[in-house]
């Protein structure tokens, strides 16, 4: 067991452990102990002002009706500002919830970024989490803060809600032309749809493997047993080509990165140096048939 | 944990392991099974419990453009399916018309119908025949509606006066918007009458059916459902009219209304792909996605109807196919702006206490159909104006000059 | 040959044959070939050589760039007056039916031989059944919704940006896909299964060869418990991974094969909340 090198001034754990008994024979059963730290704590308060911020938005919009809440709940958004306000701060009932609200959204993700990462070095693990997760916060910084500030106006942001952030999906691929004329979206969806490929083939393999104990990978890697033996036949029997108990990790990471840094590149760069994807698509000679679509 | 499981596996126990996960998996499958059956017996369930389902059978969204697949709902059998008749004239009015025929067998001030359908409608069972097959089926109203039936030519009613206005406004508009609209060499050109609108009734659609907020009735407005902005949407889009968020969007707003042609004669009410040049922030592409629904529900038609999906912008599939629905929806678009402008302002009221009148949108004519069921369908006769060239005609410049109404 | 590879193979001979051919049992290199291995092989070097000869020498917009015509050169579906009859050659859409055919051939044949190896390995189906929910999407999508519907041009063409257009216009013809409920499921598994994928494979990298250190799974557990509370364990984040990413590709299943047959406007499919019974009661507005 390694030693603990990050001292906190709220390290505390919760004292209670709990089973739950329904998970038996699936998955492990052991709840807790939940620690506690700074970040965490730093990450806790930020998100509960976050969500604080986003009823009070949504709680305007029905009348703080408990009832109406619930019933529209699907369609209530928190709309950033309108393109007149610029990067400015709004009023809050133009956009300045959303500001909030997103601010301290920002602040929450970082502080659990660090969360993970001083934890992971605590357990004497190399900071892997960390690293995979910050990708994902990379993709998000692109959506909500770079590009908008980019392109000068915090109306290009997703706003919050349910519905908002579909509509937001939609409606941007619609300004950029179309989206999957994006080739740094293509990427970032091939990678997207080869992660659950991967996903899938790696957790059928090892649940294949279950009776030689392929699932002990930890150990498996150092010294490789009858488990993984079978587990890399069957692929390079299959298709000819097999990863090993490390390397496959090593793909697995690489795709599930590969989505967000791309999708994040695909964003940055549309508006600023591409206005309309579609139009990309046009003078790359991707598009099918005979190019008529791509009005002069 | 691991201290156990790194221990050598006893005799026996990786096959009852095994054993264990086997069941574990079939039961996972199982699961599976009857969480499929439940959501696709649940979507069937609501559907047919909650969606409309006739308007489902005639619906086939097709990629290419082509007519083939779209039948005109019958006028009669659209009125039978909402639960109403076909209006004839009153058996006093009849009596009170055959009285007034044998009286003045030649029309007395008939203006309209000469000026616009030709000198023939000169005799009263000539303009009888009009008035009885159109307007009262129409409007859904006898004679008496309108007319003084002691004297048929007199104006004492305010209804004749607003009959009249919106007869020359049909007429206008056939003649400046639905005759020049492009159309492929072959496709029936339909004509208004006052069904088309009307659909058998002489309060407007949006005042009667509107205040009757049963689920159809709204979902075939398209204020339920979620493709609809709410009023809090729409006042972060910045979608008004009059300079306030409407009860609902319905095409018709502030930023329509302003719209006029650009150098090219093109006005481009709805663009929203970005260039180079385009103003940061995606307000205007929601302000359009609304409008784009409001025309899916109107038409019951999905987006590639008229758009190539690959570029909404494009007026043309990737095989240079011309999506004609395209430049036809703006054009009627044109002539939604139009009637909002130019004659529901000015139209004569019968009664001046209700207020203005509802704005045009895509949903009063066509309901739910790509040809609207009031729309007056040609006899085999008459051949379609033909329009070779698949050019997208500039709209008429706007404001036009005045039209001339009647006054009370 | 892998160092350990010989005795699986001895193992693997011993296997009394049942549903593979007994013949067939050979290596070649490292592929395992099999009867469904040959299926697998001629009905794919049919399919994709067809396509290929399609879009690289027969397509009319073809240009005489090969990669620019492998990206945008299609094989277009049967059109609408076809229906649902089987074209032959020279009518239009032949070359669909004929890859679509030859493809589903060939993932059943790879699925089979998938069954054939687990069993000459004695190791559980899982493989062949993650396999066998991707090939059902296939088959949802390129027969079973057309066939619904009546018509084979309901299929998506055979086209790598071609593929990307269908379904750009497929989402809008039913208003917005975004509206889907089971789209919605559907990319929430897909983005859920690349999550899962990182977090998984960043832990047992940040864990591996550390044995020296004493870094055991113990320590992963840790790790998880600490900072989320669960630590699901080395079998169970398996049977997530394998749920998730299977229930993805189902979910996408419902969510084509209900889109046109039962549902036409996605958007309006959410009528029924604002005016579900459970509000009635209520004042509102």
Known sequence: MATEVYRESFERRTKTVRYIRLLEGLADTQVGPLYLGMWGALAFFSYLLCVFITAIGFGEQVGYNPIRFLRELPVLTLYPPPPSQGLRMAPLQEGGYWQLATLFLTLTLVFWTIRIWTRAVANGLRPMVPIAFSAALFLYAAIYIIHPIWVNSWNEAPPHGLRGILLWTNHFSVKYGNFYYNPFHMVSIFALLGSTVILAMHGATILATLAYGAHREIDEIEDSDEGTHRAQLLWRWVMGFNATAYSIHQWALGFATLVAVAGAIGVLLSGPAEPDWFQWGCRAGIVPGLQKACVP | MSSIENDPAPPGAVAVYDEKQRTILRGELVGLVAMTILALGGVIALSMALVDWRAFQGFRAESTYNYAGIQQVDFVEYLRRNNKTLAQPSAEALQAYSAWQQKNPQTVNVQVLTQYLGPEYNTTAKVFEYMSKYFTPGVGQSCEYCHNLENFAAYDKPQKTTAKAMLIMQFELQNKWISTIPRPEGQPLYQLQCATCHYGQAQFWNSVDKNNPTLANLAKFGIAGGGNPTQYDMKHYGITLNGKPPASYEIVDDKLLAARPDAKGEVNYFQVTATKDTPPGLNDTYRNQAAMYHMNVALNVGCDFCHYGGYFKSYVLEDGTFKWPKSQSRHMVGMIQDIAINWFPQMPKVDPARGDLAQPNCWMCHRGNVVPPGAYSPGAGEVPQKVSDPQIRPLVDLPLPAPKLPQK | ?285
């Not at chain 3, 620019?68 to 049967?78: D, K, V």
């Not at chain 3, 669960?230 to 998730?244: K, M, N």
């Not at chain 3, 047959?261 to 604002?274: H, I, Y």
């Open chain 3, 1 to 285: 040959m892998l160092s350990f590879e010989a005795k699986y193979r001895q193992e693997a001979m011993a296997v009394p044959a049942r549903a593979s051919f007994g013949l067939l049992k050979i290596w070649i290199g490292r592929f395992y070939l099999g009867f469904w291995g040959v299926v697998a092989l001629i009905f794919g070097v049919l399919g994709s050589g067809a396509w290929f000869w399609q879009v690289l020498f027969v397509d009319p917009n073809r240009t005489n760039n090969p990669l620019l015509n492998f990206i945008r050169g299609q094989i277009a579906p049967p059109p609408p007056e076809v229906g649902l009859a089987i074209t032959f050659d020279g009518s239009k859409g032949f070359w669909w039916l004929f890859v679509v055919f030859c493809a589903t051939v060939t993932f059943f044949a790879w699925m089979m031989r998938q069954i054939d190896i687990s069993r000459l390995l004695k190791i559980g189906y899982q493989v062949p059944i993650a396999f066998g929910a991707v090939l059902s999407s296939w088959v949802t999508i390129q027969i079973v919704r057309p066939i619904l519907l009546g018509s084979w041009s309901e299929g998506f063409p055979l086209g790598v940006i071609a593929h990307l257009d269908w379904l750009s216009a497929f989402g809008y013809r039913y208003y917005n896909f975004f509206y889907n409920p089971f789209h919605a499921i559907g990319i929430a598994l897909l983005f859920g299964s690349a999550f899962v994928l990182s977090l998984h494979g960043a832990t047992i990298l940040s864990a591996a060869r550390k044995k020296s250190e004493g870094v055991t799974e113990e320590n992963v557990n840790r790790f998880y418990w600490d900072f989320f509370g669960y630590s699901i364990g080395e079998i169970g984040i398996h049977r997530l991974a394998f749920w998730a990413a299977v229930m993805c590709v189902l979910m996408s299943n419902l969510c084509f094969v209900l889109s046109g047959t039962v549902v036409q406007d996605w958007s309006g499919f959410w009528n029924f909340w604002d005016y579900a019974p459970w509000w009635s009661g209520f004042a509102f507005n």
